[in-house]
């Protein structure tokens, strides 16, 4: 019998969440855009730079990444000044 390939999984790790402040002409309802990435460093980097234009910004690991981390819109600026590797030295 012969097997079939796996399909190759992503390699991104994080990803983060938001919903834009701006509304599209015609859209109803809430609209959410999910980005994803390799590693945490990626994933503040892009939240930094949705602080600005978007709201409700959450993040987190992406399955089956270990440590799971889920990041709440309440968190996220917290989350953002967390030294690199670890929050706040409590890993």
Do not use: C
């Not at 980005?35 to 892009?46: C, G, I, L, S």
Request: hydrophobic share 25%; glycine share 6%; aromatic share 6%.
């Amino acid at each position: 019998m012969k097997r079939r390939p796996r399909p190759e999984r992503s390699k991104d790790t994080w990803y983060v969440s938001f919903e834009p402040k701006a509304r599209v002409p015609g859209q109803r309802g809430l609209m959410r855009t999910s980005e994803t990435f390799r590693n945490e460093q990626e994933a503040k980097a892009f939240a930094r730079t949705k602080l600005a234009d978007s709201r409700n910004i959450t993040a987190g690991t992406l399955n089956p990444q270990l440590p799971k981390r889920s990041i709440s819109s309440k968190q996220v600026r917290d989350w953002l000044n967390e030294s690199e590797g670890g929050r706040h030295g409590h890993e």
